[in-house]
């Protein structure tokens, strides 16, 4: 069974940094591309980040490109997400999604507020 | 960027009666290499996450119900739901992953009438 599990949310202050994980098992993780997605409160679904099977190639939205990095661990079959100089913008619910979008985590959420 | 637009903001439809949601992209989505639209449609319910519907603008996923079906090519599509039952209500999401970066559109609630 394909099951995805993010953690590292919480509340952090304007200007702080975070790093989400996304813990993967059911399939074989190394041979996927993975996404994160967020969704801020009340709001539609944003797209934010990919990264290929591999980890050599990245893409970013322009709303977080430079300030937050993509990054996969295949040995730990593990997905990252290392964000920093956060906005209240960026409050929401982040969720890691396998690439062939059949697959999604149960989010965790983010909030960054003083 | 390619901009999804969807219409209905939302709408409420009667029991057994169909419900039809609109996706307009601002470029084409259709590959012209493989004749794929790259086209997904999504299901959200509160406190979930988005669960796929359909793929290729027209693929049912397993497990969907047949009640559930995609249509359109280019930039315009459709979901059609042809006999809302109570546990469709929903927020429904439509998304190209043609290029990057993916987009999704605004979104469609629905509602019982």
């Not at chain 1, 995805?4 to 098992?25: T, Y």
């Not at chain 1, 040995?75 to 920093?84: D, E, G, R, T, V």
């Not at chain 2, 979930?48 to 359109?72: K, T």
Request: charged content about 15%; proline content about 4%; glycine content about 10%.
């Amino acid at each position: 069974e394909v099951q995805l599990l993010e953690s590292g949310g919480g509340l952090v202050q304007p200007g702080g940094s975070l790093r989400l994980s996304c813990a993967a098992s059911g399939f074989t993780f190394s041979s996927y591309d993975m996404h994160w997605v967020r969704q801020a409160p009340g709001k539609g679904l944003e797209w934010v980040s990919g990264i290929s099977s591999s980890g050599g190639n990245t893409y970013y939205a322009d709303s977080v490109k430079g300030r937050f990095t993509i990054s996969r661990d295949n040995s730990k079959n593990a997905l990252y997400l290392q964000m920093s100089s956060l906005r209240a913008e960026d409050t929401a619910v982040y969720y890691c999604a396998k690439a062939d979008w059949r697959y999604w985590g149960q989010g965790t959420l983010v909030t960054v507020s003083s | 960027d390619i901009v999804m637009t969807q219409s209905p903001d939302s709408l409420a439809v009667s029991l057994g009666e169909r419900a039809t949601i609109n996706c307009k992209s601002s470029q084409s989505v259709l590959y012209s290499s493989n004749n794929q639209n790259y086209l997904a449609w999504y299901q959200q319910k509160p406190g979930q996450p988005p669960n796929l519907l359909i793929y290729w603008a027209s693929a049912r996923e397993a497990g969907v119900p047949d009640r559930f079906s995609g249509s359109g090519s280019g930039t315009d599509f459709t979901l059609t739901i042809s006999s809302l039952q109570a546990e469709d209500v929903a927020v429904y999401y439509c998304q190209q992953y043609f290029g990057i970066p993916l987009t999704f559109g605004g979104g469609t609630k629905v509602e019982i009438k």
